[in-house]
């Protein structure tokens, strides 16, 4: 549970901007939350591009390290209780991204 909250935690101040997700009954997910699964897939198989790329999209500047960090305390700990996320590829991770990837696509309204 720490993994959990401190990778929220590092979400929520870290963030470009609130985070947009779906109602759970939706039944489909929005880009920011395929980014934070991205994100950890990525810590979990080692795929450092698609890490650093997901983190950029979600984080302002330095606090991407701070985000990964954070991350990957959570990935570690999924993984070693047998809790592993398919590998995302990266040219589908890269479909999640903004056109520069360095923020959002276009202005949100939260």
């Not at 109602?23 to 591009?49: I, K, N, T």
């Not at 592993?84 to 959002?104: C, R």
Request: with cysteine.
């Amino acid at each position: 549970m720490s993994g959990l909250a401190g990778f929220i935690g590092a979400l929520g101040h870290c963030a470009h901007c609130p985070l947009r997700f779906f109602a759970p009954a939706s039944g489909h997910l929005c880009r920011h939350e395929c980014l934070v699964l991205a994100l950890v897939a990525a810590l979990q198989h080692g795929d450092e591009d698609s890490a650093v790329a997901s983190a950029r999209s979600l984080a302002v500047g330095r606090n991407c390290e701070r985000l990964i960090a954070a991350a990957g305390e959570f990935a570690i700990n999924l993984k070693m209780l047998g809790c592993l996320l398919l590998p995302i590829p990266p040219d589908v991770v890269a479909q999640f991204l903004p056109d520069d990837a360095s923020g959002p696509a276009s202005p949100t309204i939260h």
